[in-house]
């Protein structure tokens, strides 16, 4: 298999995410990655507008983005982090979220915030990875977990 960071300058739009990964409107919740370090970090971003489906219901009259995809928008950065360095496999895969520890939520994320997703790879052992992540708006931490993903055949 190519590399697919060689077929991609930083920094890397929702068009290119969009080939990289499987969701879609409205769960694709990576806007644009902005650094990367192969196996080890990656940056990304997700701009958090009041147009989000989810706004609706959660809640009417004070919008929060729900705490579970801000964990799961951790998890796409992390998805990309493996893809983007270039992993190896003998076919389509898909990252599963199967675990998340630790997480904390320090403060709401709402409508015309800029939320910076920021992945640690911490280790890998078979088809399982393991990666810390912070979300933050501005230089305020309003997240974070410890989250386990696994590759399955797609």
């Known amino acids: 298999m190519n590399n697919p960071i060689a077929r991609f300058e930083l ?8 080939a990289l990964l499987p969701h879609r409107y409205p769960f694709l919740l990576v806007d644009r990655v902005t650094a ?3 196996n080890q970090r990656i940056s990304a971003l997700k701009n958090v507008t009041f147009n989000e489906p989810f706004f609706q219901g959660h809640f009417p009259g004070h919008p929060v983005m729900p705490g579970v995809l801000i964990i799961e928008a951790m998890a796409q950065a992390s998805g990309l982090l493996i893809t983007l360095s ?7 895969v898909v990252f599963y979220l199967v675990k998340v520890d630790k997480a904390r939520f320090n403060q709401p994320v709402v409508p015309g915030d800029q939320l910076r997703l920021e992945v640690e790879h911490k280790r890998s052992v078979r088809n399982m990875s393991q990666f810390q992540g912070r979300a933050l708006v501005g230089d305020t931490l309003v997240a974070e977990a410890e989250i386990l993903c696994a590759e399955v055949p797609a």
């Open 11 to 18: 920094p890397i739009n929702v068009e290119q995410i969009a």
């Open 36 to 38: 990367l370090e192969p």
């Open 86 to 92: 270039g992993h190896e496999s003998k076919g389509p």
